[in-house]
């Protein structure tokens, strides 16, 4: 496994290991000193993983820019740190809301025992992970931002296969010039063959002349 690789493998497990902490948090009182203590931990751990995101992102521009990796492994890479960052959104809004999640989730598990078996249990009703406890507005402004997160993926990508293009473009105007530079030494090596050839020939005749007079 790449440098890159592995960095990705560390700030993915510190993502996790956040997680938990959150979790472990949000079951105390606010109050409580296990709560202040465990949101000092996440705060430090959150700006860990906000500048280890910021340091995949750098490499990973570099290692493009190097042509170090393929266009689609660059690809992939990217939907790894888009994920990652979507990752930092949904713990940052976790952490703020301070346990919000929980309380509605728990309001939720008790209303949902009077709905019918069948309206409890359609995936339609069921609330995507990384939206609960928010508001519309803050659901609108998280997907406008995950939308230009990706906008911006896509922007750095454009720009790699556009330089990856113009150089395949280079290089073939270099491999038609070295093509005429071969033309060109294969028709001055005929030429010359030519003239090793008449030359030869003309030694031939003067030898046979010289040959003749002597006799």
């Known amino acids: 496994m790449d440098q890159w690789l592995s960095q990705f493998e560390e700030c993915s497990q510190l993502g996790r290991e956040i997680q938990v902490k959150i979790n472990e948090r949000d079951k105390h009182s606010r109050t409580s000193v296990p709560y202040t ?4 931990q996440i705060r430090a751990s959150m700006k860990k993983f906000s500048s280890d995101i910021g340091l995949l992102k750098t490499n990973l521009l570099r290692l493009s820019t190097a042509y170090r990796i393929t266009e689609g492994e660059m690809e992939r890479r990217q939907i790894l740190v888009n994920e990652l960052i979507s990752k930092e959104k949904k713990l940052n809004q976790e952490f703020n809301n301070e346990g919000a999640g ?23 009703l069921d609330e995507p992970e990384e939206f609960r406890g928010l508001a519309n507005q803050d659901i609108r402004s998280q997907q406008q931002n995950l939308i230009e997160q990706q906008d911006e993926g896509l922007d750095a990508l454009s720009k790699v296969i556009s330089h990856q293009k113009q150089m395949a473009v280079d290089i073939g105007h270099e491999v038609d ?17 030519e003239r090793l050839i008449k030359e030869r020939r003309h030694i031939k005749i ?3 002349k010289s040959t003749t007079c002597c006799k």
């Open 37 to 40: 203590k465990l949101s000092a």
């Open 102 to 124: 929980g309380s509605r989730q728990n309001l939720m598990g008790h209303t949902s025992s009077s709905l019918p078996s069948a309206m409890s249990s359609n995936p339609w």
């Open 177 to 193: 010039a070295q093509n005429e530079i071969i033309d060109d030494i294969g028709e001055h090596m005929d030429r010359t063959n």
């Open 206 to 208: 003067v030898d046979k």
